[in-house]
């Protein structure tokens, strides 16, 4: 399970699965489903919940954020410009120097093979940064 920084009810873990119930249509089953794919690609991540209610998972450093959008749910990579992405995951803040994101719609097929791919490689980027 992933280790969490608890503070009874208020725990980042908690706030999402809030989240995620609270949207309760198909953006909260998508969150759920990217969660628990970050989960299987890093079973050490970690959950944090900042800038007054955005997911976000972390191994030495940010790896993604899961914000919710009426249209979209958007998994925002702090260094995706740094990232492999040869599946072409990311269709979204493409014009940046550092962040990358992927924008899922309602109806979208999500290519977890990949998305777990980016995973592990934003955490080892983030872990060779730790290193230096």
């Known amino acids: 399970m992933a280790k969490v920084k608890t503070t009874g009810a208020d725990s ?11 949207l309760g ?10 969660r628990k794919l970050i989960h299987e690609a890093d079973p050490e991540v970690i959950e944090e919940w900042k800038w007054r209610g955005v997911p976000v998972w972390e191994h030495a450093g940010i ?5 919710t959008y009426k249209a979209a749910v958007k998994l ?24 990358r994101a ?13 998305l777990k791919a980016l995973i592990r490689a934003a955490v ?7 290193k230096r």
């Open 63 to 67: 790896i993604c954020t899961g914000e």
């Open 25 to 34: 249509d198909w953006r909260g089953a998508m969150l759920g489903k990217v």
């Open 102 to 114: 992927i924008d899922i719609h309602e109806g979208d097929k999500l290519n977890e093979k990949a």
């Open 76 to 99: 925002t990579f702090a260094k995706g410009a740094a990232l492999p992405d040869p599946a072409g995951l990311f269709n979204s803040s493409l014009e940046g120097n550092v962040r």
């Open 124 to 130: 080892e980027l983030n872990m060779s940064k730790k």
């Open 12 to 22: 980042p873990s908690r706030l999402i699965d809030g989240r995620i119930k609270e």
